[in-house]
């Protein structure tokens, strides 16, 4: 049902990327972190580690005006999202439908080059992120 899903990252919710860099800089180098982007659809800015076996854990730091996630951090939620690529994407989009997955929002992200992605709710594995490739 799901083919051509490839595990990117595991989205974990930071009240600062520059104050986690910080604080972690004894598990990682300066060199695993990628550049901060700014993806403005959702108010977020976010920053990829490079971990090894190419999965990457990606830091969402809520903006300003982004109450969901603020609350969320609020409450301790750090790991908050799985997400994949699909060089399917529409096809994908409707194997998740079709799975009973909500879809809950689609933007195009300044983290993967204007690509389309979206976000699923599924019932046991809460938020699943889909990111269009190439």
Same mark, same amino acid.
């Given at each position: ?5 490839q595990q990117h ?11 986690? &860099? ?13 550049? $901060? ?6 108010? $977020? /800015? #976010? ?21 969901? @996630?603020? /609350?969320?951090?609020? &409450?301790?939620?750090? %790991? ?12 994908? #989009? &409707? ?19 204007? /690509?389309?992605?979206?976000? %699923?709710?599924?019932?046991? @594995?809460? @938020? ?7």
């Amino acid at each position: 049902m799901f083919t051509g899903l490839q595990q990117h990252h595991i989205g974990c919710l930071v009240a600062s990327i520059e104050e986690f &860099k910080v604080e972690n800089k004894g598990i990682w180098s300066m060199s695993e972190y990628s550049e $901060v982007y700014t993806i403005e659809a959702q108010d $977020v /800015k #976010v920053c990829f580690v490079e971990q090894s076996g190419g999965i990457k854990i990606e830091l969402v730091e809520p903006g300003s005006n982004n109450r969901s @996630l603020t /609350k969320m951090l609020e &409450k301790g939620t750090s %790991f908050y999202h799985l997400a994949y690529t699909s060089t399917a994407y529409d096809d994908a #989009v &409707k194997s998740f439908e079709e799975a009973n997955c909500r879809q809950l929002s689609e933007f195009r992200s300044e983290a993967f080059k204007g /690509k389309r992605c979206c976000f %699923f709710y599924h019932p046991q @594995l809460k @938020l699943i992120e889909l990111i269009e490739q190439d």
